[in-house]
């Protein structure tokens, strides 16, 4: 009997779990994204529409090292519930809010779920998943995600329409304690943990970044810069060719990339990281083109549903590649690199398209023209450089 096949008789339970809670904490953070730059515009800031999703990165991303680094000495589990219970506290927070900084700090300090949570989760799987089959359940793990994300927007649209802007930040924080409600029961899969204590948040510089990953986050930074872009100016562009409902593009989206996450992953395990790599960049790039040309409701859909089926595929890709190069006793800091460099890409992504966009529908083609030029160097990135042999994507970036 294989050895994944013995992992999942013994981790049946954890793993679903894992996977339902995934997909609670997903569609809590999801639920608000596409009402956030009219809430913003009631705050009057509707000139920093791209710092939405910016801001959020920036802690993501500065909070990497420490969820990394803490999901290898304290365990997994307290990272992923450390994540779900900032969701829970910002999203009863917004209610509350009555200016622009207000709103922009509660957005920074929203950021460390996500920089938390995922990091606990992708280093838990490594732990219950053996390599040769790690990209099918990164896949699976990414579907939960998925389907969070592709759920939220839609459930945070209806709400908000029908019971208004606090109710939908009130499911969000529900669906946030749930996640934490089932992550407490799951069983800790780190070996080696130690008890919290301060000394733990001093990061050294063996902390910041994992070397052995480099080629994935380098590839991850410039394929999520597309990312960021989409997720500041998608609402604008689909108002711009009359599509009327926000979450629409974001369901779209994430339904695009839901149905080929498995497909991805699994492919990855079988013909090799690099060589799926080439082709989802290269998906990317084509939808970022169709999106820059877009004139109609249509067209528009197509090419985030194009961009979507990429970026499905080289998520899942990109955590199992990473996971497969990082030393066994720093999972978290070889997924925590992997993450550091995709909200980057994110942060850099918004902001740099918010002001070029400038609240000008003209400026649209030109974001996503330059968001299609980036992933299209990393296709050629993947094309030039590539590993060797499928083994030794295993062991060297």
């Not at 304290?74 to 969701?87: D, E, L, M, T």
């Not at 709103?103 to 460390?112: A, P, S």
């Not at 669906?175 to 069983?187: C, H, Y």
């Not at 030393?327 to 994110?346: C, P, Q, V, W």
Request: glycine share 10%; hydrophobic share 45%; aromatic share 10%.
């Amino acid at each position: 009997m294989s050895a994944l096949n013995t992992s999942e008789r013994t981790y049946r339970r954890e793993f679903w779990l894992l996977c339902l809670s995934s997909l609670l904490f997903f569609g809590s953070f999801n639920m608000i994204v596409p009402e956030l730059p009219s809430y913003l515009t009631h705050l009057g800031g509707a000139e920093y529409k791209g710092l939405i999703i910016s801001l959020f990165t920036v802690t993501a991303m500065l909070s990497r090292p420490f969820s990394g680094k803490l999901a290898d000495r304290i365990g997994r589990k307290p990272v992923i519930i450390a994540g779900s219970a900032v969701c829970l506290l910002c999203s009863l927070v917004y209610p509350i809010l009555s200016s622009v900084g207000a709103f922009f700090l509660l957005r920074l300090l929203h950021g460390f779920s996500t920089g938390f949570t995922p990091t606990g989760q992708s280093a838990y799987l490594s732990d219950v998943i053996p390599a040769k089959r790690r990209g099918e359940a990164m896949g699976l793990l990414g579907t939960a995600g998925t389907l969070g994300s592709a759920s939220g927007p839609a459930i945070g649209g209806v709400i908000a329409n029908n019971f208004g802007l606090d109710w939908m930040f009130y499911c969000s924080s529900l669906f946030a304690l749930i996640a934490i409600t089932i992550v407490v029961n799951l069983k800790e899969t780190a070996t080696e943990k130690t008890r919290f204590r301060l000394g733990l948040l001093k990061i050294k510089r063996h902390d910041l970044f994992e070397p052995r990953v480099l080629m994935p986050c380098l590839i991850m930074a410039l394929c999520a810069y597309a990312y960021g872009a989409a997720f500041t100016l998608l609402p604008d562009f689909g108002e711009h060719v009359g599509i009327r409902n926000k979450g629409l593009l974001f369901t779209c989206l994430t339904i695009a990339s839901l149905t080929v996450r498995l497909i991805g992953g699994k492919a990855s395990d079988h013909y090799g990281r690099a060589n799926v790599l080439k082709v989802s960049s290269f998906i990317i790039a084509a939808g970022m083109l169709v999106i820059a040309f877009a004139a109609t409701p249509l067209q528009l859909i197509s090419g985030v549903f194009l961009y979507g089926l990429g970026q499905g595929i080289t998520s899942p890709t990109l955590l199992a590649w990473s996971t497969d190069l990082s030393d066994t006793n720093h999972k978290g800091r070889g997924i925590a690199s992997l993450y550091i460099f995709m909200e980057f890409g994110i942060g850099i992504g918004a902001f740099a398209s918010g002001l070029i966009y400038s609240n000008q529908t003209g400026n649209l083609p030109v974001v996503f023209i330059i968001c299609s030029s980036l992933s299209l160097v990393a296709f050629l990135y993947v094309l030039i450089k590539p590993a060797t042999s499928k083994h030794k994507e295993l062991v060297k970036p």
